[in-house]
């Protein structure tokens, strides 16, 4: 079994900041991270190498810095990597970095036949959720997304039930290989490294392609490959009022009762939203 | 299988990545453990980086790496409540092409140092904390055990840069707990600011920077030191004081930096600046007798870890440079011998340390420390009569001059006695001499 | 996505083949029956965008024939839809991406809308990103505004991007169609107009059951499920680390029992084991937008903040008064969350029952 796992360097967005005085953002010194997404995935494809043995690549559309994120994958217990890294690939929306990094799955294949694509439900930087189903997409594979658990998964019937989380509840499906699946957040913990891998990490020679290694077209990557056009980025108005202070007569000099306080608060919020109150009694009238 | 190395270092600070990259570059088999995320993901420094180590280490340093301005300008100010006195010293000289201090990023420097030692061969492992050191039946020190499952790993040698709180060399028995009088304690933000703000407010162009070095009531009496640096983008400003004496005092770090920040003379100089970082961090300012043991059967131990830093100049990483070195080139001497890392061939380290600038500062300032923790007076009396008198001096009152430096004199003996004052005046020489 | 601003309405050429593409749809998101409510924000969020290019909006159905199924088709009408394109089909009963695709990809092809908006729920996200790959076009996820840059009549869809420290317009501008998903109670609900009436264009795909790989084993209903609903209440007490300790949780427990609401809590308190992840509201937890959200104990870091801040109102309480949630909070209530939330406890249950007693 060979499964693919997409992973995305993105900068740690607890980090980062907006320039006072250019209203930028400030990527310089914001360090990198894994996007968090994409470990809940990576550590579902760990979990069925550990299960039932497979071999897990993972693979990245990015910057050459991206090899850290791909090196920490591999300490984690990836098998291998690969950078797909090219000036071509630079602007590519989510149908151009989708299309690209098909190709680069297709390539994999070719090595040995590529079963499970595992993505990130979505990115915290660009937080489309869109590159995993457009990948399924283009390889016609079954897209599983909102993944909260492998329930089975069998090599010799190529045939896999997952549980799905749909709006109303869960839909346990099964389906055949190959698949791409997305991981659900806090469906499983990632791993602490072992030593060995580690050390596998380190000295692991990286694969990087390029747009010609993978054989893309160059129509389709980058910015002549992306349909949509970031028209202006800004920073959100902040809310103009300030909370207004809930606040209550006090006897004496000292602090207002908490119980003052509360029912303060009561009325202001019924005050604020006398629907909200129609509704509370009706709900609690209901409750009788 | 347990791996094996010529050399483990622990540590990614400038005293461990002055020790891998002499070792990998000499093209031994060097593995160095870092418990932080990446390198310099830990790691707190004002920021002044001084070029003549670093020179010894990577001569031509200077073509890629990642420091934010050259220092032509030195400020010493003695902070009052409202005011400061102070020396400045500023030269055109300090623009040669190969400057001789620099303000850093401390996390851009540890990240540029460690691609040159993954570049020179060194072996590089974050993310993974030394829990303990390996010890053969004889005490020897074989290897290092981490917080990894199959953790262990083997060495001939291992060198500890893992900083002031030195926990391996501690927790093996081979120095003493941090005394609260021997460590400071230091607060800093990284506060961003538009470049063209600090060239004007600091009268700089291009990559020029200045440093201001600040004592005074700040500290509220503590033993202590605050300092501003200017970055490219941004201002250092940060405050130490001794652990003993915010045990012993009432105010936090973090509010004396915040009172540092609201400085009347301080604070025009950061208007309009937007923090982009707060840490804290320790610095080993005990001097030259809190210095451990050094080295031992099969480990040595540098920079901070060693306690080499020298608080009255504020020079800490390029002490840590150069014990990272020497211990490398410890190594390498052995190695290139063929003879065994026991304490006795190890004591080298410990001749080169002697005969540099290392020990022979720490030396020279050896009671300082000490007459700084006993005598107060530098850090709460001193400011108040020193600024009064340079408010009378400068002050035209129609007061002739004559009685003027009377009175300032008279102020001086109110506070403190003559006698008192001329003990202040030789105990500092001789802390200094 | 972080380019530089550019001039609003950028100047581009629409290929001829792409000028005969016209109207809004929606892509009415019903399972089992019943239709997610961002379906008809967006009917109504459709309906003022038409209105300004004088185009029609279209309201797309699709599922196994049913009554239930015509009622959803009136209902687009009622909400502001003047065509309905019901597409019926048995192997369509329950959503899998595979044969809605197929299906929402033709019928794309054959009707040619300009711009179709989906929800950004698990349903909407799913297919938009399939279609927008068989269509090659460009879509724009999770926005928060919607609206049309009159000079070349196409759709600018905002967005929050890097965890909600920024947001950017997007623009699909030589292709179409133009492809957005929306936020849950992002949009307001329109109001029903009852007498609204419109064209029904029936579609019929066709399938088998058997080119469908993928099969729904079960469906486990949430109301089943022991799992918190946070995503869909309409009241919420969350509790942060300013609750102290795990067994005072009880406390918002205790007060949103009162309320018939659900309990969010701070990603630091799931960490620490406090309570499940499904409880967590954030980014990288839950975007929830009830009418009423109690914040106690909670400082009000972004990563917080975004998954919240859309709430109709909210209270917080705080021991410091200079907690960023003040920033962004309606009300605000500096005191100690461990008195106070007994007190609200005792005085909305008073308020409750006096009125159900009077009533
Ligand atoms: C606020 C402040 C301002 C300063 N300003 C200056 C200045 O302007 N100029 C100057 O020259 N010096 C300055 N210093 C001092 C200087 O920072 C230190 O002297 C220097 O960093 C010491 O280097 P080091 O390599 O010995 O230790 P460190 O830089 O502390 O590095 C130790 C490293 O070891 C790692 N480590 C620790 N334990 C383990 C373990 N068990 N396993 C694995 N890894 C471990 C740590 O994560 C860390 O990366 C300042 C210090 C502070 C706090
Ligand atoms: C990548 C990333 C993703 C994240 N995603 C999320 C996310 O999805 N959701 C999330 O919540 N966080 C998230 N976080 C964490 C987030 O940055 C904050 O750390 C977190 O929201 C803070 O939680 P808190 O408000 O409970 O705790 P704190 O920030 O510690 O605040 C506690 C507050 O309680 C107040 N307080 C103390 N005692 C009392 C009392 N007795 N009564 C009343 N008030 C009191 C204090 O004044 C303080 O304001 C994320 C962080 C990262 C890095
Ligand atoms: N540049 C990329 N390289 C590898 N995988 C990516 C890349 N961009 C997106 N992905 C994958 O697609 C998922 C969804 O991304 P997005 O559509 O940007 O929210 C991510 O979680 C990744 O698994």
Redesign the pocket.
């Known amino acids: 079994m060979h499964i693919v796992v997409c992973i995305k360097q993105v900068p740690d967005s607890a980090q980062i900041r907006i320039h006072p005085v250019t209203n930028t953002i400030m990527r310089q010194g914001v360090p990198a991270i894994i996007n968090p997404f994409d470990l809940f995935s990576l550590e579902e494809a760990l979990r069925i190498k550990d299960k039932v043995g497979a071999r897990v690549t993972v693979l990245t559309m990015g910057p050459p810095m991206a090899e850290t994120s791909l090196r920490k994958a591999l300490s984690l217990g990836a098998d291998d990597a690969v950078l797909l890294t090219d000036r071509k690939f630079a602007g590519s929306d989510t149908l151009a970095t989708s299309y690209a990094l098909t190709s680069a799955i297709k390539k994999l294949s070719e090595e040995e036949q590529v079963d499970l694509v595992f993505c990130g439900k979505q990115t915290v930087d660009g937080d489309t959720a869109q590159v995993g189903p457009g990948i399924a997409t283009r390889l016609g594979f079954q897209q599983l997304t909102y993944i909260t658990k492998i329930e089975s998964i069998d090599q010799g019937a190529r045939e896999i039930v997952v549980h799905r989380r749909s709006e109303g509840g869960v839909q346990v499906l099964k389906t055949a290989l190959p698949c791409m699946i997305t991981m659900l957040e806090g469906t499983n913990t990632i791993r602490f490294g072992k030593m060995d891998d580690m050390f596998r990490a380190a000295r692991y020679g990286l694969k990087t392609w390029s747009k010609d290694t993978t054989g893309a077209e160059e129509t389709k990557v980058g910015l002549k490959g992306s349909p949509t056009v970031v028209s202006k980025v800004f920073v959100p108005k902040p809310r103009a009022q300030k909370a207004t202070m809930v606040e209550a007569e006090a006897p004496t000099a000292e602090a207002p009762s908490a119980e003052a306080m509360a029912a303060a608060a009561v009325e202001a919020i019924l005050g604020a939203q006398p629907k909200l109150a129609d509704e509370l009694l009706a709900r609690a009238a209901a409750g009788l | 299988m347990v791996e094996k190395f010529d050399a483990i270092v622990?540590?990614?600070?400038?005293?461990?990545n002055a020790a891998a990259y002499t070792l990998a570059k000499q093209g031994l088999n060097v593995l160095q453990?870092?418990?932080?995320e990446y390198?310099g993901a830990?790691?707190?420094?004002?920021?002044?980086?001084?070029a003549a180590e670093l020179e010894k280490i990577i001569p031509d340093f200077r073509e890629d790496c990642p420091t934010e301005r050259h220092i032509i300008e030195q400020r010493v100010w003695l902070l009052g409540d409202d005011n400061y006195i102070g020396t400045n010293y500023r030269s055109e000289a300090f623009n040669s092409d190969k400057p001789n201090r620099y303000t850093i990023i401390r996390a851009n420097i540890d990240k540029w140092f460690s691609e040159k030692i993954r570049e020179a061969g060194g072996l590089q492992i974050c993310e993974?904390?030394?829990?303990e050191l390996i010890r053969d039946a004889s005490g020897k020190v074989i290897g290092v055990r981490t917080d990894r499952e199959g953790g262990e790993i083997h060495a001939d040698v291992v060198i500890m840069?893992?900083?002031?709180?030195a926990?391996?060399a501690r927790r093996t028995g081979f120095q003493q707990e941090l005394a609260p009088q021997n460590v400071a304690l230091?607060v800093?933000e990284i506060l961003f600011i538009d470049p063209e703000l600090i060239q004007q407010r600091f009268g700089l162009k291009d990559e020029e920077g200045v440093v201001i070095e600040i004592m005074g009531k700040v500290t509220k009496g503590m033993v202590g030191t605050a300092f501003l640096y200017t970055n490219k983008e941004s201002l250092t400003i940060?405050i130490?004081c001794l652990i003993s004496d915010f045990k012993e005092g009432a105010i936090p770090p973090y509010k004396m930096l915040e009172d540092l920040k609201n400085h009347p003379v301080i604070k025009p100089l950061i208007e309009g600046a937007e923090m982009k970082e707060y840490a804290a961090?320790?610095?080993p300012e005990g001097g030259y007798k809190a210095v451990p043991q050094l080295y031992g059967d099969g480990w040595m131990v540098?920079?901070?870890?060693a306690h080499f830093?020298n608080a009255a100049h504020?020079?800490?990483?390029?002490?840590?440079m150069a014990s990272g070195r020497m211990a490398a080139e410890t190594v390498i001497e052995l190695k290139q011998a063929g003879k065994p890392f026991n304490a006795a061939n190890l004591a080298a380290y410990k001749k080169k340390l002697d005969d540099s600038f290392i020990m022979k500062d720490l030396k020279k300032y050896r009671n300082l420390p000490g007459i700084m923790h006993e005598n107060k007076q530098f850090f709460g009396a001193y400011p108040d009569t020193l600024t009064a008198a340079a408010h009378s001096w400068f002050t035209v009152d129609s007061v002739d001059k004559r009685t003027k430096e009377k009175e300032i004199m008279k102020s001086f003996v109110k506070k403190r006695s003559i006698m008192g004052l001329v003990g202040d005046a030789i105990k500092l020489v001789r802390a200094v001499r | 996505m972080s380019e530089p601003s550019k001039p609003q309405g950028r100047k581009f050429q629409l290929p001829e083949h792409l000028k005969e593409y016209k109207g809004i749809w929606v892509i009415v998101e019903q399972e089992r029956g019943s239709v997610h409510s961002v379906s008809w924000e967006l009917v109504g969020e459709a309906r003022k965008l038409a209105d300004k290019l004088g185009v029609e909006v279209g309201a797309v159905v699709l599922g196994a024939d049913s009554p239930e199924l015509n009622a959803i088709c009136g209902d687009a009408f009622t909400y502001g839809a003047d065509v309905v394109y019901k597409v019926t089909d048995p192997v369509l009963a329950d959503y899998r991406t595979d044969p809605y695709t197929r299906v929402m990809t033709d019928v794309v092809n054959t009707y040619k809308p300009e711009i179709v908006l989906l929800g950004a729920t698990t349903l909407g996200r799913d297919l938009a990103g399939a279609i927008a790959t068989t269509l090659a076009t460009g879509l724009t996820a999770d926005c928060t505004e919607l609206d049309i840059y009159m000079d070349n009549r196409s759709l600018a869809a905002t967005r929050p991007t890097f965890g909600g420290t920024l947001l950017c317009t997007i623009q699909t501008l030589a292709y179409r169609p133009q492809m957005a998903t929306v936020r849950p109670r992002v949009m307001s609900m329109p109001d029903r107009d009852d007498n609204r009436t419109g064209r029904v264009v029936e579609v019929f795909p066709a399938l088998r059951e058997d080119d469908v790989i993928t099969k729904v084993l079960s469906f486990i209903a949430d109301r089943e499920q022991n799992e918190a609903q946070l995503a869909f209440a309409d009241i919420i007490v969350a509790a942060g680390k300013g609750l102290g300790k795990p067994e005072n949780l009880k406390l918002v427990f205790d007060l949103a029992k009162v309320l018939g609401g659900e309990v969010g809590v701070t990603r630091p308190l799931v960490q620490a084991g406090w309570t499940g992840f499904d409880r967590q509201v954030g980014q990288t937890g839950k975007t929830v937008r009830p009418k009423l959200y109690i914040a106690a104990g909670i400082s009000g870091a972004i990563q917080h903040r975004v998954g919240m801040e859309k709430s109709d109102l909210i209270l917080a309480i705080n021991t410091d008064p200079n907690a960023p949630i003040f920033d962004f909070a309606h009300l605000g209530l500096v005191g100690d969350a461990l008195t106070i939330l007994p007190a609200l406890t005792d005085a909305f249950g008073k308020r409750l029952s006096v009125n159900r007693l009077a009533g």
């Open positions: 622990i540590g990614a600070g400038p005293s461990g453990l870092e418990r932080g390198p830990k790691n707190v420094q004002g920021g002044i980086m001084y993974t904390t030394v829990t840069a893992d900083g002031v709180n926990l391996l230091a800093k940060g130490g961090h320790m610095i540098v920079g901070d870890a830093n504020r020079e800490g990483s390029n002490l840590a």
